[in-house]
């Protein structure tokens, strides 16, 4: 957090005059004009730059010859009027003009020292704005608003009550003294005259205390000891703001307790706190009408992020809607893959990998939208459950139904033996049955005799085969249901992806999403695919969703082409890919020690 200066703590220091030479006969005469006019008095015998520096200087030069510049910040006494100073008085003039002189002088300083503190308080509140306006984490911002308008306050507690209709609830606290230890969030104030917060929330007004324990009876609000009585400490001031939005409407209370001389260190003696003063409580006001803007920037800022997922949310659910089976994957790897980040911190084999808020954020929306480019692969391949559609498996079945009329023609005209032909048929047609369905393992036989159908049976009237040479190829397909087109159809989902995420405007802490999906099908041996990159070119976020996606398309309720499978058994592919080098061997091992999937409710 950057440091922000304490401006309140430092009120316009005291302005010193001093006379040189101490011996001057005018010496009195400067101390009395310089106490009339609140200066302090102090003498000097030497002009030297640190004293002109630090204070004003009434230079006696009536019995000199020197002709150096004393400059701006003095007077000089002196018959030589040509010096350049603030003003020059002729010795046969100083009872007449010093006091109006050093009086003139004094309060330039002083306008000068109220400029300055003005610009001190201007730049700070724009610190504190800008500081605040960075934060989109909402405790991390409460913890902000506190610590530096106690900072710049110097006061040595702080509360921050946030409006929820009637009521005022509480929502953090700070104290350089004492640690809260009591259950004090969330706890529910009415907004009303009996308490302080409630009477500064419904008046809309500043209530600044000097001692809370001396609050006169008149008074409609009482304060809340039980914080004092249950941890020793001893409020004395108090200082209560609200948090208004640009129309005025009170968003929450800040609170200020104890000022004391230095912000930040613990006090040790309650008799040191002060009272805030004017200052303190017209800076509170604007500190306080920052943070409301900054917690108004929040919600706006949650609004626009719900809003935001509430969208990707209905956009995911639809695509996954064309493929019921694959329903809530997108939801569950995003879930794995944060927790998975979230297991890295701090475990010892990712020494120096931290994954921050942004990060984590990053990670999430890559992950939930990472097969968002399935809505570009045709239904009927994205759902294609065995190696033939079924119009095709049709097909062949309409061809073997003309085969076997064909025999009981031949039968009838010719007399051939039907019997044997028509169980044969039979036995055909099963094996292209069988070899149509992935999870059949068939053999070297298998596949002769799928070659040997085509020869056997031709369809008199074109010659032509009950199966083709192409349609032969397809059932021979050695792992899942898709040939090779239909399996690059498929992997270019994740182009699709890039594609549709990279035209979205992502702020700057998300801009990696789109390469994090990217990279959601790449090994680390180059093995992966679309752009075959290798370990050092994928991006550790996206390893751990890679890690993610296999698991759960492994272990997910039955696809069309694959029963789902048990944890112990996926955990090993998982384990077998990363001995071959294509997954993150410490992931996955990690994956498995911790047993993310129970953070989705799987056992
Ligand atoms: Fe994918
Ligand atoms: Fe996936």
Avoid at 4 to 27: G, L, M, Y
Avoid at 480 to 505: A, C, M, N
Avoid at 517 to 531: C, Q, T, V
Wanted: with cysteine; proline share 5%.
């Amino acid at each position: 957090m950057k440091p922000i200066k304490n401006i309140a703590a430092s009120d316009i220091p005291n302005i010193e005059v001093a006379v040189v030479p101490s011996t001057s006969r005018w010496a009195s005469a400067v101390k009395d004009a310089a106490e009339q006019c609140g200066a302090v008095f102090v003498a000097f015998d030497e002009v030297t730059p640190a004293t002109l520096a630090e204070r004003l200087v009434v230079l006696d030069l009536s019995k000199s010859v020197s002709a150096s510049s004393p400059g701006p910040r003095a007077i000089s006494i002196s018959a030589n009027q040509s010096l350049d100073c603030f003003d020059v008085i002729h010795p046969n003039e100083v009872q007449f003009r010093l006091k109006r002189s050093l009086s003139n002088l004094i309060e330039m300083e002083k306008l000068k020292a109220r400029v300055a503190q003005e610009q001190a308080t201007v730049s700070t509140l724009n610190d504190i704005g800008l500081t605040l306006s960075a934060i989109t984490e909402r405790t991390e911002l409460l913890d902000a608003i506190l610590t530096h308008s106690r900072q710049v306050l110097s006061a040595d507690g702080g509360t921050i009550y946030l409006r929820d209709g009637d009521e005022l609830i509480f929502e953090a606290a700070q104290n350089d003294s004492v640690e809260i230890t009591m259950q004090i969030e969330h706890v529910r104030l009415p907004i009303e005259d009996s308490s302080l917060a409630g009477f500064v929330a419904g008046r809309n007004t500043i209530l600044n205390i000097d001692d809370i324990y001396n609050i006169p009876e008149a008074m409609p609000y009482r304060p809340n000891f039980t914080f004092d009585k249950a941890s020793g400490y001893r409020t004395r001031s108090m200082l209560l703001v609200p948090m208004t939005d640009r129309a005025n409407k009170v968003l929450g209370v800040l609170a200020f307790v104890n000022r004391k001389p230095s912000p930040g260190v613990p006090l040790i003696d309650f008799s040191l706190c002060q009272p805030f003063s004017k200052q303190s409580s017209d800076l509170a006001r604007s500190i306080a009408s920052q943070a409301a803007v900054a917690l108004e920037n929040y919600r706006l800022y949650q609004n626009i992020r719900n809003l935001f997922d509430s969208f990707i949310t209905a956009a995911v659910t639809v695509i996954e809607s064309r493929d019921p089976s694959t329903a809530g994957h997108s939801q569950r790897v995003s879930d794995l893959t944060v927790a998975l980040a979230k297991e890295c911190d701090g475990s010892p084999e990712f020494e120096g990998i931290k994954f921050s808020g942004d990060q984590l954020e990053e990670l999430r929306y890559a992950s939930i939208l990472h097969d968002f480019g399935k809505v570009g692969v045709r239904e009927e391949v994205l759902l294609k459950a065995n190696k033939l559609h079924p119009w095709e498996l049709e097909r062949v079945e309409w061809r073997f139904r003309l085969a076997a009329i064909q025999a009981e023609l031949e039968h009838l005209r010719r007399g051939t033996p039907l019997d044997e032909r028509m169980s044969q048929l039979e036995r055909d047609l099963n094996l292209v049955r069988q070899m149509n369905t992935p999870r059949y393992r068939f053999t070297e036989r298998d596949v002769e005799a799928l070659a040997a159908i085509s020869g056997r049976w031709l369809l008199s009237e074109k010659g032509e085969p009950v199966i083709e040479q192409a349609e032969i190829q397809r059932l021979c397909i050695p792992y899942g249901s898709l040939d090779h087109d239909e399996r690059l159809e498929i992997q270019r989902h994740v182009e699709h992806t890039y594609q549709f995420l990279k035209v979205i405007p992502w702020t700057s802490n998300l801009k990696n999403v789109p390469h994090l999906a990217y990279a959601h099908h790449e090994k680390l041996d180059g093995s992966g695919y679309p752009r075959g990159l290798v370990n050092s070119e994928i991006p550790f976020g996206a390893k751990l969703m890679t890690i993610s996606d296999i698991f759960d398309a492994l272990t997910a309720g039955d696809r069309p082409y694959k029963a789902s499978m048990p944890i112990a058994k996926a955990v090993s592919i998982l384990r077998e890919e990363a001995e071959m080098g294509r997954l993150d061997r410490d992931a996955v091992e990690l994956f498995v020690a911790k047993k993310v999937w129970t953070s989705i409710g799987m056992v």
